[in-house]
């Protein structure tokens, strides 16, 4: 017997259980390792190299390196640790977040402003290597 | 004999502990975020507690997916603010009680919830972010802390129904320790929120509000509120809140409402803060 997912059908979302943590294992665990200077320095010297070290598969380095934050959750990323990713390029939650719904960082920053994605108001769909 | 006295609950968004670190907090963007918080650093002052145990999740610090304990005890005497990958906040050293998280500890698990007992441990944003937030920028914290972790980073985090119910053998527990302590229980995170794919920037202000009611003369209520209810209504990162029901099965069935603040947004997130007292 298989496990229920009913939360399959939210829109413009991917819930981090138990497939996707054992499908993104090696790719949070990369993530994670940002969290040391001395690892940081060397991804940004050579990201491929670095990314190479770890048993991941070639799409989900391919989305790491193209910073494509859909394409990694989809492939088992979880947010709070692609947040060491983010964080390792000087970025915010809020310019991750706009990105991942396909908006400018001034666009999100403005919804958030005037309280947020209504519940009613359907995400968009991001192309594929926006997010 | 110890005694819970007051629950308080917060949103624990980690830009609000670097708009406090940066000295951003009266900026026009941080400034009614921080302003719903000058009550309740009065109200700490008069009802100091002696201990909080501080319910928070970690994220991905101390945890990576190596290890993912359910519920999460810190009984050690004292627990660094983790380096996150900017540096650790400059916040002080949180001292424990490893005495009262021991007791703690064993009754509980004695009473069927089989915590995971941790004698090292970092604490990130999730635990220094309220603490900030009600005692401002102190030398060292005013009082000791018992950090208690949940996870709610991988899908399934525990039910509102068992967290309410960990909440009362919590309760049962903190009344039988033989010191006289003042014991205050912190829920954080929430309230609704999503930081995740296409959905990202979710806010529920029905939902909030109706949580924030039912926090006072509902929980019960609130505890049958289902994993996907929390998905669809309060949004990926919303399920946090099942952390503030801890806090409230440990207050006494009728409370006080002391205060009351809700704030959109901060970052990405509802800002929701109650401050609930025992009668007795």
């Known amino acids: ?131 | 004999m110890a005694k819970v006295t007051a629950g308080v609950t917060t949103s624990h968004v980690p830009a609000i502990g670097a708009a406090i670190d940066l000295g951003k907090s009266r900026d026009s963007y941080w400034a009614p975020v921080f302003a719903g918080y000058d009550f309740s650093k009065r109200w700490i002052e008069d009802a100091r507690p002696d201990v909080v145990l501080l319910v928070y999740n970690d994220h991905a610090t101390a945890f990576s997916l190596e290890l993912i304990p359910t519920f999460a005890i810190g009984c050690a005497a004292s627990f660094n603010p983790a380096d996150e990958g900017w540096g650790a906040r400059p916040v002080p050293v949180v001292e424990g009680h490893p005495e009262f998280a021991s007791h703690i500890a064993q009754s509980v698990i004695q009473q069927d919830f089989d915590l995971t007992i941790v004698n090292r441990m970092d604490v990130d944003h999730g635990l220094t972010v309220p603490l900030s937030l009600m005692f401002g920028q102190p030398k060292a914290w005013p009082c000791r802390v018992i950090p208690f972790a949940v996870n709610v980073v991988q899908y399934p985090p525990p039910s509102g129904h068992r967290c309410y119910q960990l909440g009362k053998a919590i309760r049962r527990a903190i009344d039988c320790f033989d010191q006289d302590l003042k014991v205050q229980v912190w829920g954080t995170g929430g309230m609704s929120h999503q930081l995740q794919g296409p959905r990202a920037g979710f806010i529920n202000r029905d939902f909030d509000q109706h949580f924030l009611d039912c926090m006072v003369d509902d929980p019960e209520q609130l505890a049958r509120i289902s994993h996907l209810q929390y998905l669809r209504e309060a949004g990926s990162e919303g399920i946090e809140l099942v952390m503030w029901l801890i806090m409230r099965g440990a207050l006494d069935a009728d409370v006080d409402e002391v205060y009351r603040f809700y704030h959109v947004p901060a970052s990405n997130t509802a800002v929701g803060h109650m401050i609930l007292e025992n009668r007795t």
């Not at chain 1, 390029?89 to 920053?109: H, I, P, R, V």
Request: glycine letters at 8%; one cysteine or more; proline letters at 6%.
């Open chain 1, 1 to 131: 017997m298989s496990l229920e997912k009913p939360y399959m059908d939210i829109p413009g979302t991917t819930v981090f259980d138990a497939d996707q943590a054992r499908i993104g294992y090696h790719l949070n665990m990369f993530c994670m390792s940002l969290m040391k200077s001395a690892n940081r320095e060397r991804f940004k010297a050579n990201q491929r190299a670095y990314l190479d070290e770890w048993p991941m598969s070639e799409p989900q380095k391919l989305a790491i390196l193209a910073r494509d934050y859909n394409g990694m959750i989809a492939l088992g990323g979880n947010i709070y640790f692609l947040a060491k990713l983010f964080a390792t390029d000087g970025k915010s939650f809020q310019y991750a977040a706009a990105l991942m719904t396909g908006m400018s960082q001034e666009e999100y920053a403005k919804m958030m402003a005037s309280g947020g994605r209504s519940p009613e108001e359907p995400p968009a769909a991001p192309e594929r290597g926006r997010g």
